[in-house]
């Protein structure tokens, strides 16, 4: 079955500092990958996916995540962080087959707080 | 504007009472889908469904029941409600469409059961 590892649960940056978000996931076929938001007492947003093609996608509010098949990997990245990027982050695959069709599988998620 | 759209927003149910959570859709999506946020659980599926008519269990279904009875419409029920089941619930929705595989999330209905 399909599972989506999220190793750090909280992190915290300085505003302007870069951030790295970590994904490793497990997946038999090719994974289709996507990075959520969720800021407080809201709804998951989309920020990016992954389906095919160019290993390095781009998202909004600039970020990015790099997809490493060796290392089933789907780290999310962005250059300098805004306070307003303070949320929680989740990493998710999405299933086509076996008991597990159509559905997204999440991560445990991971808590960014932005120092001023 | 279009979207996921989940009522209630917030509810206190007390243990045993029974409860319906409604979402709709105005996107014309096939697939929807329950899920419950929990503290450092991250999401996990409830039942699903992949069009009207139809449900199918997810990774957590026990304690609910669900109906498609429309196309635009989602409901979960929770017939004996347990403090097991506070928790925030997400519905969301997505089209068929090969290679668009991104959900639409409504904005959550957050349960408590005392």
């Known amino acids: 079955a399909q599972s989506v590892t999220q190793p750090d649960i909280h992190i915290t940056v300085s505003e302007g500092a870069s951030l790295e978000l970590r994904c490793n996931y497990s997946?038999?076929?090719?994974?289709?990958l996507f990075w959520y938001v969720q800021s407080p007492g809201q709804g998951l947003q989309l920020l990016l996916k992954?389906?095919?093609?160019?290993?390095l996608v781009q998202g909004i509010k600039g970020f990015e995540a790099e997809f490493k098949r060796s290392q089933s990997s789907f780290n999310l990245r962005k250059p300098s962080v805004h306070w307003s990027d303070a949320a929680e982050y989740f990493c998710?695959?999405?299933?086509?087959?076996?008991?597990?069709?159509?559905?997204?599988?999440f991560g445990k998620g991971t808590l960014l707080t932005v120092n001023p | 504007n279009a979207g996921v759209t989940q009522t209630p927003k917030f509810r206190v149910l007390k243990t045993g009472q029974s409860m319906t959570l409604l979402c709709a859709q105005d996107?014309?999506?096939?697939?929807m889908y329950w899920y419950r946020q929990d503290p450092g659980m991250g999401l996990r599926l409830i039942h699903y469904?992949?069009?009207?008519?139809?449900?199918a269990k997810g990774e957590v279904p026990d304690g609910y029941n669900v109906s498609r009875l429309k196309k635009q419409n989602f409901l979960l029920g929770l017939e004996s409600a347990a403090p097991s089941q506070t928790s925030v619930y997400f519905c969301?929705?997505?089209?068929?469409?090969?290679?668009?595989?991104?959900?639409?999330f409504g904005s959550g209905t957050r349960l408590t059961v005392v």
């Open positions: 969301a929705s997505r089209v068929i469409q090969v290679g668009n595989y991104g959900y639409t």
């Open positions: 997946y038999g076929a090719t994974p289709y």
């Open positions: 992954y389906f095919s093609g160019d290993t």
């Open positions: 998710a695959v999405y299933s086509m087959g076996g008991g597990s069709n159509y559905k997204l599988t």
């Open positions: 996107m014309n999506h096939e697939y």
């Open positions: 469904s992949v069009g009207e008519g139809t449900t």
